[in-house]
């Protein structure tokens, strides 16, 4: 974010799918960073799947441990699944997805502001509860892991093909791409994400 350069201080949301460290593991150095560099004091929400407090405490005590007084207002909350939760401005409803629920529940989620509607997936393997997270969707930004073979936990492109129609989404952006998938970008007919890609709806 700061090599982009991104402004840290205008995020006021941090929303978590599931507790794996490649989607949650960051969130201690976003915190240190708002203290310390960015010199945050406007309020910052972490929302993600029930548990969420538990597992903010086991992290931080791995990463960070002993009591740390922060200059701005923190506070967590725990989306109800399948609900729409109402977060500031944002209609958000989270979706129970196939992924490891060691580290969950794994949630997709379903955004809807002014009118639009975002979809992302977070890591799954097909599971018919994204045709009703991401349907019609402006931007369903999914997972895509593999190209052709199906594999346990994670999308491939070959199922994507298959079950995109039917979702209908307006717009697609892959991410979450393995060295398989990434080997293989000029046979991939969809969009694909990159570190600081800009997406307009």
Not at 83 to 91: D, H, T
Not at 178 to 190: K, N
Request: glycine share 6%; aromatic share 8%.
């Amino acid at each position: 974010m700061k090599r982009l350069p991104i402004d840290r201080n205008a995020i006021n949301l941090i929303l978590l799918t599931h507790f794996h460290p490649d989607h949650f593991g960051g969130v201690p150095f976003f915190i240190l960073d708002a203290q310390l560099i960015a010199k945050r004091t406007r309020p910052l929400m972490i929302a993600g799947p029930p548990g969420l407090p538990h597992w903010c405490d086991r992290l931080f005590a791995a990463t960070f441990p002993g009591d740390r007084k922060l200059p701005f207002e923190l506070s967590l909350r725990e989306v109800e699944i399948g609900a729409r939760n109402q977060i500031g401005e944002l209609a958000i409803t989270p979706f129970h997805v196939r992924h490891d629920d060691k580290a969950g529940p794994c949630l997709a989620y379903r955004i809807e502001l002014e009118g639009k509607i975002i979809c992302y997936s977070g890591d799954t393997e097909w599971t018919d509860s994204l045709l009703d997270a991401a349907r019609g969707a402006d931007l369903f930004i999914c997972e895509c892991y593999m190209f052709d073979k199906v594999i346990r936990a994670h999308l491939s492109l070959s199922t994507l093909r298959e079950k995109l129609p039917e979702i209908g989404a307006k717009r697609v952006v892959l991410t979450h791409m393995s060295d398989d998938m990434l080997s293989r970008t000029p046979e991939v007919e969809f969009e694909m994400a990159s570190d600081g890609k800009t997406i307009s709806i």
